[in-house]
């Protein structure tokens, strides 16, 4: 890693193509290049559209409505929309096509020529996705952007965005460390991706020889996805079809530069371009929107387990500070995990404490404008505890109704059904949730301190490119900007 000096330096007049720009953390970067560095050439912005008018669209309404640009907004002025129009191109395309489907040539020509970076934020998130999505979006499509970049003639480093829970279940110190193609977590042989594609589409093929309606697609797609993760060794859609998006990235990179970013959980902002601001009800927000609002009843988690978070903006000058470090220099050593678990740990007791006082001092208010109380949580450490306490609550009850006099069984059957399905949901979720919320690993940052450390010593700006969990104080971050955030952002 050789000396690389200033980030906004590196940025001016630079030409960045940005993969997925509607996503919560890829809004984030945009914002951040646009503010600290007015200078840049142009960002190109991707989004999932039929054409431009649609895509420009979507910009103005899910990405420059956001409150995160009122900072921007405020530094321009008047010539904020000017500002867009001249540093800002919208690309309608989509990854899970080769070339993304690009309709203009004279715009897909003009990306070959002159985009000197690009970031792959275009994923996927949903744990359950259909297979067929999943398999598109977050493995085939890393394929596409590879072989994108190999025409791209004069591109100084790709950014892969991945996640660190790619390690699966796996206890332990996890390291930094690339996957081999075809190489499954649990000793599995067999795993092909090009045979996975061929499982989706001969499955694909035989629900439309059977009729099956758009919802028996969907599920049965969504369960094939959960089937083959776990054949392999993952414990879910998602994390599998990212994983093999890395083995291919890690095998067909050839030359080119490439980083590969792997986030932890990600949480509100910590300082910019203001504290708390959060898009949606993220992983363990559902558990503090769900206590806030006095719906969460039980707890499932070891209170003593690690869970790794990481702000937003300190993920995304992570990817900025790792971007410039191997801007033409490809190396293998450029995996980076973005997260707190060694650095700064933080548990679930100190989660459950900091909701209870934060709720308790500022509680929530129904419907009727009453205050919601909370109270301490019951916490079941483990699955067969907790079926144990859904089945007590809200199954059990339900034996009583075949001793009901016959003229209210109706009513009680469609309450029973009711009852039923929610339970059935409610352990979906669980099952779905498990493994993080048990999940007895730390990830090790290594790479990342290094990278620190020479950010440090080449006279990177770390004031604004900051990313070391340790300067966090989690009980202020949690009480005093990311609960809030989420109070504002995200409850409805």
């Known amino acids: 890693m050789d000396q ?6 590196f940025l001016e007049d630079k030409n960045v193509l940005v993969l997925g720009a509607a996503g919560f953390l890829a809004k984030i970067f945009v914002e951040k290049i646009l503010r600290v560095q007015p200078n840049v050439k142009k960002l190109y912005l991707l989004l999932r559209a039929t054409d431009a008018e649609s895509a420009t669209r979507r910009m103005h309404n899910e990405i420059l409505r956001k409150d995160l640009f009122k900072l921007l907004k405020e530094n321009h002025g008047a010539k904020f929309n000017s500002f867009i129009s001249e540093k800002v191109t919208m690309v309608p395309g ?51 952007v590879l072989n994108f970049a190999k025409n791209c003639i004069n591109l100084r480093v790709l950014v892969h ?26 000793g599995v042989q067999g795993l092909d991706i090009d045979e996975e594609k061929r499982v989706v589409e001969e499955k ?15 599920i049965a797609m969504k369960d094939l996805g959960m089937e083959r993760a776990k054949l392999y060794g993952w414990p879910n859609t998602y994390v599998f079809t990212k994983a093999m998006g890395e083995m291919l990235v890690g095998t067909m990179k050839e030359k080119l530069s490439i980083v590969i970013v792997r986030p932890t959980i990600i949480t509100s902002t910590y300082k910019e371009p203001f504290p708390g601001w959060v898009e949606g009800v993220r992983t363990i927000d ?9 719906k969460l009843t039980c707890f499932l988690a070891d209170l003593e387990a690690v869970f790794d978070v990481i702000p937003a903006d300190m993920v995304v000058n992570a990817m900025l500070v790792a971007m410039v470090s191997h801007a ?72 009583g109704l075949e001793l009901v006099n016959a003229a209210f069984c109706r009513y009680f059957q469609s309450t029973c059904f009711d009852i039923s399905r929610k339970v ?34 080449s006279g ?13 104080n989690w009980e202020d971050y949690f009480m005093n900007i990311h609960i809030p955030g989420i109070v504002k952002y995200s409850f409805k």
Not at 286 to 294: D, H
């Open 4 to 9: 690389f000096g200033s980030i906004a330096h």
């Open 94 to 144: 989509d990854i899970s096509q080769e070339n993304f489907n690009l309709k203009d040539s004279n715009l897909l020509q003009e990306l070959y020529n002159k985009t000197d970076v690009i970031v792959n934020l275009a994923a996927t998130t949903n744990f359950d996705e259909r297979y067929d999505v999943a398999l598109g979006l977050n493995t085939f499509g890393a394929k596409h």
């Open 286 to 294: 559902s558990l503090i929107v769900a206590y806030g609002k006095g």
């Open 460 to 472: 990177v700006e770390m004031d604004l490119f900051y990313f070391d969990p340790k300067m966090i």
């Open 328 to 399: 033409n220099q490809p190396c293998d050593d450029s995996i980076y995990h973005v997260g707190s678990s060694v650095g700064n740990p933080v548990r679930y007791e100190s989660l459950r404490d900091y909701c209870f006082r934060y709720f308790t001092a500022k509680p929530c208010f129904d419907k009727e404008g009453k205050a919601i109380k909370v109270g301490k949580v019951t916490v079941l450490e483990n699955m067969n505890s907790f079926q144990r306490y859904m089945y007590i609550r809200y199954l059990l009850p339900l034996k």
């Open 204 to 218: 694909l093929n035989m629900l439309q020889q059977e009729g099956a309606t758009e919802k028996d697609t969907r």
């Open 161 to 186: 965005v991945s996640t660190a829970y790619v390690c699966g279940e796996r206890g332990g110190l996890i390291v930094e460390d690339p996957y081999q193609l075809g190489v499954s977590l649990n």
């Open 424 to 457: 059935h949901t409610v352990m979906r979720l669980v099952e779905l949730y498990r493994p993080y919320v048990f999940f007895n690993g730390v990830f090790d940052n290594m790479n990342a301190e290094k990278l620190q450390i020479a950010a440090r010593q």
